[in-house]
């Protein structure tokens, strides 16, 4: 069974109230909620907030949603709450941004599929094609190993191509750009919220990357 989750806070420094937008008639957490359950791999999907206008909000128009605890450093870490209030035995959460009104159920879906039981972490990626995009420092790049696990997540452009022109690194290397989704096995989901935050800056973590 997998769970997918929507954080959704309404705090921010950069644009307070954002899940409650209205975007041709529909809130952007409605918008993301309603892409996330025509995914056809998602057993359940639930806002994880700590916001009562949000929460109220998602109840309206009939979603699922759960309070969590104000203080947490991220979203990985509401998530896990969201998971540890939920009574049905989920083995895997997918943490889907609320702020991606558009995504595709595809996207979530093709993620679902490396829920084997093995995988213990996963996130999606696509090509980069464009000079501009490489250069998009909105836009977070994935460095790998030859196993495509993610060794690197940098909005800067890694690796350095030597003597070509910074308009064509894109057509010397195969960069990819990170989709900000994430599928989490249950018990690794607990391990990364016990993590020590200075260490894991520190240290890279592989994640597979589909």
Known sequence: MILGVIPARYASTRFPGKPLIDILGKSMIQRVYEQAKKSRKLSEVIVATDDDRIFAHVKSFGGNAVMTAPQHPSGTDRCYEALKKSDKDFKYVLNIQGDEPFIDPSQIDLLAKLCD????????????DSHDVLFDTGEVKITMNN?????????????????VDKKDWHKHFQYYRHVGMYAYRADV???ITTLDRKSTRL?????NIS
Not at 117 to 128: H, N, S, Y
């Open 117 to 128: 039981g093995k995988t213990e972490l996963a996130t999606l990626m696509i090509p980069v």
């Open 189 to 191: 989901l607990q391990k």
């Open 203 to 207: 240290n890279s973590s592989h994640a």
């Open 147 to 163: 196993n495509h696990e993610a060794l690197y997540f940098s909005r800067e452009v890694i690796p350095h191509i030597k003597g």
